[in-house]
Structure formats: structure tokens, C-alpha cells
């Protein structure tokens, strides 16, 4: 079940943003000045194959996968985003729905009705 991590950072000149986990998955929400939601990012199946769908008000969606930036025999290096296939909203909305019942109503409401309406 998601929960909000209280103490997160926050950097200057990017909006506030709040932070929720579970084993699952990580959201993130960027807010705007006016404590409307500019973004988010939804980090999934983080134990086999991570990936991530995001949202941001003037871009639109992506769907990423999570390279870890391991190489056998070589340092660890930091995760990028690289551009993955097909996203399972229907799945992945669902499962969300199900796991955000604990967290703000209007964020679990807001994140759901975007992966439902995710294109392709």
C-alpha cells in the first residue's frame, strides 16, 4: 500500500513535489505555484523490470524504462531513463487504484483518470 514520504527534497525553481512509495511502486507530483498538479512520474515493477510513465502538463506522457546503470565488471553508474514499448495502462491503473487507497484522494483520483486516458 502506498504511503508519502514526509521529508523529501526540494529544489528551487521546480515547484514543490511530494513523494509516495510501496514495494511496488514510487509516485512523484510536481505542483505549480498555485498548488495545481504540473506532473507526475510513476515508477512501477521496481523489484523485476522498472519502469516509469510520466506526465507533465505542457509535454504530455512518456514510458521509460529504468536502466539501472549496471554493468557486470564495471562501477555502477546512475539510472537513466531510456524509451521502452508498449505501456499496460488497463493493468497498471488498476493495480494503482488499488495500492493508492491510503494516500490523498484527489492525488490517487488525479494519477488514475491520467493512466486511464494514456494514449495507444
Not at 18 to 31: K, M, P, Q, V
Not at 78 to 107: M, N, Q, T, W, Y
Amino acid at each position: 500500500m502506498l504511503f508519502e514520504i514526509k521529508a523529501v527534497k526540494q529544489y528551487d525553481n521546480e515547484g514543490y513535489r511530494r513523494w509516495f512509495t510501496d514495494d511496488y511502486f514510487d509516485l512523484i507530483i510536481w505542483y505549480n505555484d498555485d498548488d495545481s498538479v504540473s506532473g507526475f512520474q510513476l515508477c512501477y515493477d521496481k523489484q523485476d523490470s522498472e519502469r516509469s510513465v510520466t506526465w507533465v502538463s505542457k509535454k504530455g506522457f512518456s514510458h521509460n524504462k529504468i536502466d539501472a546503470g549496471e554493468t557486470p565488471g564495471h562501477a555502477k553508474m546512475s539510472p537513466i531513463l531510456v524509451p521502452d514499448g508498449a505501456f499496460d495502462k488497463d493493468s497498471i491503473a488498476d493495480k494503482f487504484k488499488a495500492e493508492s487507497k491510503e494516500i490523498d484522494k484527489e492525488i490517487s483520483a488525479f494519477v488514475y483518470s491520467k493512466l486511464l486516458i494514456y494514449p495507444g
